[in-house]
């Protein structure tokens, strides 16, 4: 079976300060992961993928296969940071979602 | 390109009713999957459509079934409504997922939001 967990219900900071929003997974095959965002009043949407090993809007993710996690970081946050984060796992046809961390960015 | 549209936006519906949800697949996207999303949860998968046959399924009785249609659009099909139904039901559209190709993600649609009294 595959299952996500994103440990924090809500993360609080300062702008300027690092973020790091923590996702661990658990995954009998090799991993697709994925970081989706809900800003206030939107759709879900992709923030970026692990393959891609990209880094969108200053965020990135690392896989990490020992400790099967998959952190979101960010070194500065900025207030319109403040949104739902869910981490994604990709099975053969399902997407598996934690249960989402909402970011609040303070001035 | 279009993206995923839903409708209807809100629906409120008795318990034991029936309630279709109809979904738009972003242009170029064959393959239409369904997630409920209750208050304060995360998204969790309902079922898979690809070239008009259920393609997965998640851990939802028989009375949620769906549909696709030759132009990749798809229903969700509620019957004999529960209290715990009322929830955001999104729809999500992708390339086909399996093997090599489940690397690029879902678009996801705005959701109908279902309350059921």
């Known amino acids: 079976a595959q299952r996500v967990t994103q440990p924090e219900k809500l993360l609080s900071v300062f702008k300027g300060a690092p973020v790091e929003l923590k996702c661990n997974y658990s995954?009998?095959?090799?991993?697709?992961l994925f970081w989706y965002v809900q800003y206030s009043r939107q759709r879900l949407q992709l923030l970026l993928r692990?393959?891609s090993r990209e880094s969108i809007k200053g965020f990135t993710a690392d896989l990490n296969k020992g400790e099967t996690s998959f952190h979101l970081k960010k070194p500065f946050a900025q207030e319109e940071d403040s949104a739902m984060y869910y981490c994604?796992?990709?099975?053969?046809?399902?997407?598996?979602f934690g249960k989402g961390t909402m970011l609040l960015v303070s001035p | 390109e279009t993206g995923v549209t839903q409708s209807p936006t809100h629906l409120i519906k008795t318990r034991g009713q029936q309630v279709t949800l109809r979904c738009s697949s972003q242009?170029?996207?064959?393959?239409v999957s369904w997630y409920q999303q209750a208050l304060g949860q995360g998204p969790q998968f309902i079922f898979q459509?690809?070239?008009?046959?259920?393609?997965g399924r998640g851990n939802f009785p028989p009375r949620f079934s769906g549909l696709q249609f030759p132009n990749y659009s798809s229903e969700l099909n509620v019957n004999a409504l529960e209290l715990d139904d009322s929830a955001l039901y999104l729809c999500?559209?992708?390339?086909?997922?399996?093997?090599?190709?489940?690397?690029?993600?879902?678009?996801f649609g705005s959701g109908t939001r279902l309350t059921v009294v």
């Open positions: 242009s170029g996207h064959n393959t």
């Open positions: 994604a796992l990709s099975g053969y046809s399902t997407l598996t």
């Open positions: 999500a559209s992708s390339l086909p997922t399996g093997g090599a190709a489940r690397n690029y993600g879902y678009t």
């Open positions: 459509y690809y070239r008009e046959e259920e393609n």
């Open positions: 692990h393959i």
């Open positions: 995954y009998s095959g090799s991993p697709e």
